[in-house]
Structure formats: structure tokens, C-alpha cells
């Protein structure tokens, strides 16, 4: 099955349902489906390749891990800060 056409039916991961069910192709963009219906509750949808989205609890994990990393280099970047020859003359 190289080759795919519209009204194929594949696996793909439903939103609605939740779950990786069977999928009829709707729509093809260079020969790869682009869009899908599930053939238990009728929704359209992206492709997913049946991969399920990340939860929202990952979501939030993910952002903290950011921020906490952002937080990390930007304090980093600030003691590492070179001091300018008026500071230096300044201060000392």
C-alpha cells in the first residue's frame, strides 16, 4: 500500500474519542494524508500519525521547565557580566 487515496482507511489517534481508532482519509496533500474522519464519532482532523497530543499536566511541565531554564541562563548571564573601565574606576 504505497500509494494513498481518498476514503482509505487508516489508524490514527481521535481527539474526541481518545483513543487510536480507524480513520478514513479526507484529504491529501503530495500523496500523504493531510486530513482524516474517524469512523466512530465522524470528527475531521489533522493527520497524527497516531500519536497522541501531550495532556495539559505535560503541558504545564514542560512551560515550568522552560521558565526554570530561562531563569537558570538569564542568571548565568548576568554574574558573568564583564565590568566596563568606569566601573572599575568607580568602585575602586
Known amino acids: 500500500m504505497d500509494e494513498m487515496r481518498l476514503g482509505d482507511v487508516i489508524d490514527d489517534h481521535c481527539i ?23 469512523r466512530t464519532c465522524y470528527h475531521d482532523h489533522d493527520y497524527r500519525h497516531e500519536q497522541a497530543p501531550p495532556s495539559k499536566k505535560e503541558l504545564k511541565k514542560l512551560e515550568a ?17 564583564p565590568v566596563s573601565e568606569t566601573e572599575k574606576a568607580a568602585s575602586g
Open 16 to 38: 474526541k474519542c481518545r483513543r487510536v481508532t480507524n480513520h478514513s482519509i479526507v484529504s491529501l496533500v503530495d500523496g500523504q494524508a493531510a486530513k482524516v474522519r474517524c
Open 65 to 81: 521547565e522552560a521558565q526554570a531554564a530561562a531563569a537558570a541562563a538569564e542568571g548565568d548571564q548576568t554574574s558573568e557580566q
